[in-house]
């Protein structure tokens, strides 16, 4: 018989992290997260994480700086970042978007500087 444990979880409860990201849904090998109203010119550092990332743009404007290509989000575009690649945003308009990661960037410090 398969596994028949559901989790939800309300954003409007979930815990946040340090850099201002929801934590949602998380499982073994994938998590989810949720980066609301994040405010024009938050610019984040450049770093490189040991986890894959894929996002989807809900609403606004960013810029992603990934291994010296820039690609340019907006409502509606999802992105990739491969695991270990040196990337930062630049936040353009109020953004929120949802992204998942594997493994899951909350696990083990992977979500820490």
């Known amino acids: 018989m398969g596994d028949k444990t559901v989790t939800k979880v309300d954003s409007a409860h979930s815990p946040t992290g340090e850099m201002g990201q929801k934590y949602l849904a998380s499982g073994k090998n994938v998590a989810m997260r949720l980066w609301e109203k994040q405010k024009p010119d938050d610019s984040k550092e450049s770093h490189k994480r040991d986890y894959e990332t894929v996002g ?3 609403k606004g404007k960013a810029e992603l700086h990934l291994e010296g290509q820039m ?32 493994p899951p960037a909350q696990a083990h410090g992977r979500d820490e500087e």
């Open 71 to 102: 690609v340019l989000l907006e409502a509606g575009d999802s992105w990739v970042v491969p695991k270990g690649a040196k990337h930062s945003y630049r936040i353009l308009e109020s953004f929120t978007a949802v992204e998942a990661t594997s």
């Open 56 to 58: 989807y743009v809900i």
